[in-house]
């Protein structure tokens, strides 16, 4: 209970604080009415939550800004990298284009050559 008692009285104070606001009346009467050493214990347990949490927050803070940069890199990367995928795309569309050329070429001389085949069988047969 006395680990959890500096959150407990860490949130009303949180609630009744605002940007120029000073303490609630209530939240004065119940700090005047503790003893000092558990108001020293009290303040001391703020301050270290208070120096964790901001210490929690800047490691945060630094590890978004990494991924910001990261992610920023990356894009950077991407952007270069663009040009290039099209080229390439270019490229083997262009050879995609190339190789069914060169199937009909091929399917043409081998017509050609079975022609010339069956020409010479003819001629041999003429010959003879």
Request: proline residues 5%; hydrophobic residues 40%; glycine residues 6%.
């Amino acid at each position: 209970l006395e680990n959890e008692l500096p959150w407990a009285l860490f949130l009303p104070l949180c609630l009744c604080f605002g940007p120029g606001d000073s303490p609630s009346r209530s939240l004065v009467a119940v700090m005047a009415t503790r003893r000092p050493d558990s108001q020293a214990r009290f303040g001391q347990s703020i301050k270290g939550l208070l120096t964790e949490m901001v210490t929690t927050c800047g490691t945060d803070v630094i590890a978004f800004t990494k991924q910001v940069l990261k992610g920023s890199r990356s894009s950077e990367l991407l952007g270069q990298a663009a040009p290039n995928m099209v080229l390439q795309e270019d490229a083997m569309l262009h050879s995609e284009d190339s190789l069914r050329k060169m199937a009909i070429i091929t399917t043409h001389l081998q017509y050609h050559v079975e022609q010339s085949s069956d020409l010479q069988d003819q001629l041999n047969h003429l010959l003879k």
